[in-house]
């Protein structure tokens, strides 16, 4: 038996990714290739700073919420240099709570 490494870098099983590697990829490996490529793009964190500044200069308080929400995944997903700066404007707005037009 293989003894796996001590610290593994990676969080998805191996044999996942290599089902999903394959030339004729299964359909339950379409959310995860849409994951990643949003991932690769930086998409999320962009999208955190967008609905971050939407909320901050608009003061909308769900659009504050949903940029907290956003820049989390952000963060995961290894874009936490635009997604750092969505939470924290989103945050801004979630904490003060009120919604102004």
Known sequence: MRRRPHFCPSYEPERWAAVCALAATPAVCLPREGLLWLQSRY???????????????????????AAVVVGVAAVINYNATWGMLGVALGAWVWIMGEERH
Request: charged share 5%.
């Open 43 to 65: 998409l999320w964190g962009s999208g955190a700073l967008a609905l971050g500044l939407v909320a901050f200069f608009g003061w909308y308080w769900r659009v504050g919420v």
